[in-house]
């Protein structure tokens, strides 16, 4: 699944993953088209890479906020069964495969080798609107990969990664200076590291 007009993975980068808002008014529960490119292990990990770059460009008491309601998604999904879950609760945006038509805004995210995201928006003023719907959308896509082919068990383990470093962040304040992207970076890599041993397998 790609978006109309291919682009290369810019230098250095190790995947890419781009959502299209459909709405004119940029609601994400009116349809998101969430495409990828790149190694799949470093994919699952792209709405981890880009919370990190969403809060600090967030405004301090938005970064905060947003980051509260991050880490009180993922806890309410803690103790519930993959039965239950459906794909890890639903986050409030609505995924569709395709759009026949240009998209309202798009938001593509350069994931690099480094662990780190460098995100773009198109045209730039929608980032105010979807800065942090994006999030929502990278992660509903990633779990709708997962559940399509059976990886229910990764997707807790990127449900673990993400309360952890919702946690940390929370713990040092809004504002994720370095030694708080280092912590989570680190943490990932293992992550990363653990999913393509298992692929290797």
Not at 11 to 23: D, K, L, T
Not at 138 to 153: C, K
Request: one cysteine or more.
């Amino acid at each position: 699944m790609a978006f109309g007009k291919k682009k290369r993975l810019a230098e250095h980068g190790v995947g890419v993953i781009e959502a299209g808002f459909c709405s004119p008014d940029l609601d994400p529960q009116a349809g998101v088209v969430v495409a990828w490119e790149g190694d799949q292990s470093i994919i699952a990990h792209a709405p981890a890479m880009y919370l990190d770059e969403a809060l600090l460009r967030d405004r301090e008491r938005d970064a905060r906020r947003f980051l509260d309601h991050v880490e009180g998604f993922f806890q309410a999904t803690k103790g519930r069964g993959p039965a239950a879950d459906g794909i890890l609760l639903k986050p409030p945006v609505a995924i569709v495969d395709e759009w026949p038509y240009p998209f309202a805004a798009t938001t593509r995210t350069t994931l690099l080798g480094t662990l780190q995201a460098n995100t773009s928006f198109d045209p730039k003023m929608s980032a105010v609107k979807t800065l942090q719907p994006t999030f929502w959308a990278y992660w509903a896509g990633v779990m709708n990969a997962l559940h399509e082919t059976g990886g229910i068990g990764e997707a807790y383990a990127l449900r673990e990664n993400l309360l952890y470093q919702c946690e940390g962040t929370g713990a040092k304040g809004s504002s994720t200076g370095t030694s708080a992207r280092r912590s989570r970076t680190e943490f990932r890599r293992a992550r990363v590291i653990g999913s393509r041993r298992r692929s290797e397998r």
